[in-house]
């Protein structure tokens, strides 16, 4: 176990603004098996495509009744589309919602930390499934000026063959 290794480690869990299962108290159903008997009655739609299906995963709560989480963070939908997008225009990471979502924690997180605490943030997630919804719509599919110049910049444009 991680804590047995790195003690002052916190485990932190975000979850949907408007579907805030964890947080709103209400134990998920489940069935002998461990399948939710019924959606969690905490849950509605929200924007965060990949984040919370209408219950609470078995793992999740085993982890949660086993005391492995520290905090649950939630995260709003204009916040997570918002990060996401700031990803990919600012620093040329590209996710989608549910990877706006946990940088946006992840970001909280980092405002009221001490200095010199390392923060994970794992964003295993790839925008291009979402290039037809409202998260990319206003990115163009070419390169604008500004574009250009920091993509001519880099050592991958100076290592391309000139034409």
Same mark, same amino acid.
Request: charged content about 25%.
């Given at each position: 176990?991680?804590?047995?290794?790195?003690?002052?480690?916190?485990?932190?869990?975000?979850?949907?603004?408007?579907?805030?299962?964890?947080?709103?108290?209400?134990?998920?159903?489940?069935?002998?098996?461990?399948?939710?008997?019924?959606?969690?009655?905490?849950?509605?739609?929200?924007?965060?495509?990949?984040?919370?299906?209408?219950?609470?995963?078995?793992?999740?709560?085993?982890?949660?009744?086993?005391?492995?989480?520290?905090?649950?963070?939630?995260?709003?939908?204009?916040? =997570?589309?918002?990060?996401?997008?700031?990803?990919?225009?600012?620093?040329? +990471? $590209?996710?989608? #919602? &549910?990877?706006? /979502? *946990?940088?946006?924690?992840?970001?909280?997180?980092?405002?009221?930390?001490?200095?010199?605490?390392?923060?994970?943030?794992?964003?295993?997630?790839?925008?291009?499934?979402?290039?037809?919804?409202?998260?990319? =719509?206003?990115?163009?599919?070419?390169?604008?000026?500004?574009?250009?110049? +920091? $993509?001519?910049? #880099? &050592?991958?444009? /100076? *290592?391309?063959?000139?034409?």
């Amino acid at each position: 176990m991680l804590s047995k290794e790195r003690p002052e480690t916190k485990v932190v869990l975000a979850e949907p603004a408007d579907a805030a299962m964890v947080t709103s108290g209400a134990k998920q159903d489940r069935n002998a098996d461990g399948t939710p008997v019924a959606r969690h009655s905490a849950w509605k739609p929200h924007p965060i495509q990949g984040w919370s299906p209408d219950f609470i995963p078995k793992l999740t709560g085993d982890a949660l009744d086993a005391g492995y989480v520290d905090r649950v963070i939630t995260v709003a939908g204009p916040d =997570a589309m918002r990060a996401s997008h700031e990803l990919a225009t600012k620093e040329g +990471i $590209f996710v989608g #919602t &549910s990877g706006g /979502a *946990s940088f946006t924690a992840a970001l909280q997180i980092a405002k009221e930390a001490e200095k010199g605490t390392t923060i994970l943030c794992m964003l295993p997630d790839t925008g291009e499934r979402y290039l037809s919804t409202p998260l990319f =719509a206003d990115i163009l599919p070419d390169m604008n000026d500004e574009e250009r110049a +920091i $993509f001519e910049s #880099t &050592s991958m444009f /100076a *290592s391309l063959p000139k034409t």
